[in-house]
């Protein structure tokens, strides 16, 4: 058993192992799989909608009757202030409004009296006019007297009872019993009270960079994390982007608001999530490391040292020199109809959507390295997409499941 692992051991050594103590090689496969492509962001958790209390009058807390957290309906009083002072402003405004209808009343007396006189040419028009005159000023004060003691009494009635304007929870509670509060038309007034429609709907408030925001479309998958809850993954939909940008040290981005449910309510308002916005998804598809896009064989790099790196290119990778010499014919594999594209005869070095096609390496049967160049799909940033691997150089083409591709190599 000894001797059958040695011997194992051996011809992996001696088959990784190049001649004259060259690199050993590590080796991966085309295989097939899922990937998709994500545009990474980060955002935070808010309540769709909230509304902010703020008092009508000015005066002081008298009671509280919620706290944080509480469920609340429309209409229900949250709070009430004293109307102690009120209550003596209204008994003035009565006396007053009794003294300007008395007043009025006898100014219409006065009227008639006048009116009379002046048929019977006993007195001038000017003495009726100025009666007149008295008699419209006194009922404009009796309706300013009456106005007065309308908002007094609204104020006692309504106002001093701070209600709920909508049913919700009580997030954020800014007054204790004993507390002056300032009415809401006063520059030094603030909310009370913050309420929240409902927390089993929320949404994220995330930060796009101008060169992924092209990628966000509406109602857009999403899939986000949050520290504060590891191990669980949630999702949502984006719901819609701003188109007002933010600068924040030359760094424009662009504000995107994206909807989650929340039926346990285990997400809470203010959490930070990382965001990823979902662009591509594909399934069961040819997948390369990048890390195999990236290599490239060191004898290239000692051979362009001693000859120039004309020959050694060549040696390498036969026919490789051919395929990337766009100048002189067009590109194998370009000149076919292709799903979504058109027929390529005629158009010379016509690039494919995916983009310019890379190269991966593989040993010969010479045991040499050798290129291949394959047309490229997405990328997840570990893995990427191979649509098809393009003929050269004697090699037929295609892109088949479970091809030995150079990863790395360690000098000897």
């Not at 990474?40 to 009757?65: F, I, Q």
């Not at 990337?324 to 058109?342: A, D, E, I, L, S």
């Not at 393009?390 to 295609?398: K, R, V």
Request: net charge negative; aromatic share 6%; with cysteine.
């Amino acid at each position: 058993m000894k001797l059958y692992f040695l011997l194992i051991i051996t011809v992996i050594f001696f088959s990784c192992r190049r001649e004259g103590g060259g690199p050993v090689y590590e080796f991966t496969r085309i295989e097939r799989g899922n990937i998709e492509k994500t545009v990474a962001s980060t955002g935070s958790l808010n309540p769709v909608s909230t509304v902010k209390v703020l008092p009508r009058m000015s005066g002081r807390v008298e009671s509280v009757n919620v706290d944080y957290n509480d469920r609340v309906k429309k209409g229900q009083v949250l709070a009430v202030l004293n109307t102690d002072m009120l209550i003596l402003q209204r008994e003035q405004q009565l006396a007053q409004v009794i003294k300007s209808r008395a007043n009025h009343e006898l100014s219409k007396i006065n009227y008639r009296n006048q009116e009379a006189l002046a048929a019977k040419n006993l007195i001038s028009g000017y003495e009726l006019q100025s009666t007149k005159t008295t008699l419209d000023i006194q009922a404009a004060e009796l309706s300013a007297a009456e106005s007065n003691l309308k908002a007094i009494e609204t104020e006692i009635n309504q106002y001093a009872f701070i209600t709920s304007p909508i049913d919700g929870i009580v997030l954020e509670r800014n007054i204790n019993v004993g507390d002056t509060v300032v009415d809401s038309s006063s520059g030094n007034s603030s909310n009370i009270f913050t309420l929240c429609e409902n927390l089993e709907e929320m949404q994220i408030e995330s930060w796009v960079g101008e060169l992924d925001i092209a990628s966000i479309s509406f109602g857009q998958e999403v899939r986000f994390t949050l520290e504060s809850l590891p191990g669980r993954s949630f999702s949502g939909l984006v719901a819609s982007k701003h188109l007002m940008p933010s600068v924040q040290d030359n760094v424009v981005s662009y504000q995107v608001i994206i909807n989650v449910e929340n039926r346990d309510l285990s997400l809470l308002p203010g959490m930070s999530c990382a965001v990823e916005f979902i662009e591509e998804q594909r399934e069961n598809i040819l997948l390369v490391p990048n890390a195999a896009l990236r290599y490239r064989p060191s004898s290239l790099a000692q051979g362009s040292k001693n000859t120039g790196g004309d020959t050694a290119g060549r040696n390498a990778a036969p026919g490789l020199a051919n395929l990337m010499q766009g100048n002189t014919g067009r590109m194998p594999g370009m000149g076919r109809t292709r799903p979504g594209g058109t027929e390529g005869q005629g158009r010379e070095n016509r690039i494919p959507a995916a983009g310019a096609p890379k190269q991966l390496w593989y040993l010969d049967r010479s045991g040499k390295p050798a290129a291949l160049l394959a047309r490229t799909g997405i990328s997840d940033g570990t893995n990427t997409e191979i649509l098809e691997i393009l003929p050269s150089g004697g090699e037929d083409g295609g892109a088949p499941e479970g091809r030995e591709i150079i990863l790395r190599e360690r000098p000897q």
